[in-house]
């Protein structure tokens, strides 16, 4: 949905021109200047470390990731000089490699999110949860709340589409136990985050699963499942906490808020349909999630699992094939720019591969890299998360795995281990210490204003956490 430019926004806006000519005119620069490096220098050599270098700057300046993604290509290119045999065959070989092959589940979650919205299973999910939890008492109904939100996060692998489909559902109900809308939005927030988390599919756990090397079960045992945990003790103090204050300030909906918004009524066929292809969604991705963990199968199960989700709720819906078709392309079509990043991805860490530059670091530093205790490095990589790749996570994860792998291999860093400083890494800015888009989202569909909540809500999580993954790191390692 367009949206109109106010006043506040002018400043902003007149500021990102010369943002984005300062960077481009930087990355011409490191562009140059790994020409330079390849005319002069030759493999092994550590100006193989420039790309990625050049590609965490230019990440943080907020230009277009794949635009980002192309320049620190080139660069590695540049620096690399293969002769047109090698480039072809760093091309070829990323098409179907790990990292390509998480863009292509991005693509294929997208497309399966696409046929929940189409069947009507997203909607059916959440007021299945509701109706348990409505009339049962404010604490419940928060929990209610939470556990929708997490459920259709965990289910679509997005938080953002996730929360606008449950928003029009979760804030009438709401409204009608007196829930203020800072106190709704970081209910939702928490649930949502979780549910994020849990997600088996979701592009960022994938690809945390597949550079640590490790299964769905593993994952959830030491990484996402204690940040769930987490997540909703600490609902029960920090959000009766938000409602205190903001109801204090008439942070109330207002009457005409409370209605839910009225929908066409489904026929019965059509509610029949629904419901079965909601339990037939269920029983699939549950049955798909325990087959991934009890035979361990690789990251790649995904491209298996998310078709078969596809066929299987679009036929126990009865979506004609060309509905269902439809659905799959507009789903996979906005994740397109998504996949060309991941290959562009695979590509950059194939010519750096060329270049060994992670040779000339240890040969330099080895030995007294051999000599540090693995939980300070842990806990070092584990806080860059504060440093992330806007809008990328799993992209983040991908750069930390291929940086710091081959030292964390040297130091003993587990699977585990690495579970839990990927986690991390890639979610901690979730929470803080700034806002992100993740809080103003979960506001906007509260149709909260108040961003200090928000803010005060992902900081009493991120604390305790923080300290909950330095001892999960300090006993694993």
């Not at 926004?9 to 007149?14: C, E, K, S, T, Y």
């Not at 604490?139 to 709340?145: A, I, K, N, S």
């Not at 087959?291 to 596809?310: C, G, H, S, V, W």
């Not at 005060?456 to 694993?476: D, E, K, Q």
Request: charged share 10%; glycine share 10%.
């Amino acid at each position: 949905m367009p949206e109109t430019a106010t006043a506040q926004d002018a400043a902003p806006a007149r500021s990102r021109p010369p943002r984005r000519a300062l960077a481009l005119g930087a990355a011409a620069l490191a562009l140059a200047l790994s020409l330079v490096a390849g005319l002069t220098t030759g493999a092994p050599t550590v100006w193989g470390l420039l790309p990625i270098a050049l590609y965490a700057v230019l990440a943080l300046t907020g230009l277009d990731l794949v635009l980002v993604t192309g320049v620190a290509l080139l660069s590695a290119v540049l620096v690399a000089l293969p002769s047109p045999a090698q480039a072809g065959d760093v091309l070829g070989t990323s098409v179907t490699d790990p990292v390509t092959v998480i863009g292509l589940i991005i693509v294929l979650g997208s497309a399966a999110g696409e046929v929940l919205l189409r069947t009507g299973v997203a909607d059916t999910l959440v007021r299945a949860v509701m109706r348990i939890a409505e009339g049962r008492g404010t604490t419940v109904l928060m929990y209610g709340m939470m556990a929708a939100c997490m459920v259709l996060v965990a289910g679509l692998g997005t938080l953002a589409g996730a929360l606008a489909i449950a928003a029009p559902l979760l804030v009438p109900v709401a409204a009608r136990a007196g829930f203020t809308r800072s106190a709704t939005a970081a209910t939702m927030f928490l649930g949502g985050c979780a549910g994020l988390a849990l997600a088996p599919f979701a592009g960022s756990n994938i690809a945390i699963m597949n550079t640590a090397d490790t299964g769905y079960l593993t994952y959830v045992a030491v990484g996402a499942g204690p940040l769930a945990v987490l997540s909703l003790l600490l609902a029960a103090v920090v959000v009766p906490w938000v409602q205190r204050r903001s109801a204090a300030q008439g942070d109330h909906y207002r009457p005409e808020e409370v209605t839910e918004e009225r929908r066409a009524e489904p026929t019965p066929r059509e509610a029949a349909r629904t419901r079965r292809a909601t339990w037939t969604f269920v029983a699939a991705l549950a049955a798909t999630v325990c087959y991934a963990t009890a035979t361990k199968a690789d990251t790649t199960f995904p491209l298996i699992a998310l078709p078969l989700l596809i066929v299987v709720t679009a036929a126990a819906a009865g979506l004609s094939p060309r509905r269902a078709a439809a659905a799959v392309l507009t789903g996979a079509r906005r994740m397109v720019p998504m996949l060309l990043l991941f290959w562009m991805l695979a590509a950059l860490f194939g010519f750096i591969d060329l270049l060994h530059p992670y040779d000339v670091v240890l040969d330099r530093f080895g030995p007294g890299l051999r000599d540090m205790s693995p939980v300070p490095f842990a806990l070092a990589v584990a806080a860059l998360g504060w440093v992330g790749v806007p809008g990328a996570t799993a992209a983040q994860v991908i750069l930390i795995g291929e940086v710091f792998g081959p030292l964390g291999d040297q130091l003993g860093i587990t699977p585990a281990a690495w579970v839990v400083i990927l986690l991390w890494a890639s979610k901690a800015d979730t929470y803080g210490p700034l806002p992100n888009a993740n809080m103003v989202g979960a506001m906007g569909m509260a149709r909260a204003d108040r961003l200090p909540y928000l803010l005060g809500t992902g900081w009493a999580l991120l604390v305790p956490a923080c300290a909950l993954y330095a001892v999960l790191l300090i006993l694993i390692l």
